[in-house]
Nanobody, 123 residues
């Protein structure tokens, strides 16, 4: 089992920045690819970004490329999502996820999910 706890969400004006943090506990963190997803009101859960266990390969949804940065610190069992140049359409609940491979995350699935953190971007 892997437990994931997100933090760092909040209310920010358009153009602003937030950094989300996901703290993991349980099994060996570096064995898992980690990702971020988001779900806007009335919509499905969308892939945002993923990073392999070593941190050597990273993937982004086209909608966030150039604005969001995913990173991880395996010594701290933590993954981050730095979000810059935020737009109102980025408003959503953001979920941290863990999976045995990045392909699972890119397919929109995960082995473990966090409880989510709300990000609201005002115009």
């Amino acid at each position: 089992q892997v437990q994931l706890v997100e933090s760092g969400g909040g209310l920010v004006q358009a153009g602003g920045s937030l950094r989300l943090t996901c703290a993991a506990s349980g099994r060996t963190f570096s064995n898992y690819a980690m990702g971020w997803f988001r779900q806007a009101p009335g919509k499905g859960r969308d892939f945002v970004a993923a990073i392999t266990g070593s941190g050597g390969t990273i993937y982004y949804a086209d909608s966030v490329k150039g604005r969001f940065t995913i990173s991880r610190d395996n010594a701290k069992n933590t993954v981050y999502l730095q979000m810059n140049s935020l737009k109102p359409e980025d408003t959503a609940v953001y979920y941290c996820a863990a999976a045995g491979s990045y392909q699972i995350l890119r397919a929109g699935k995960a082995d473990y999910w966090g409880q989510g953190t709300q990000v609201t971007v005002s115009s």
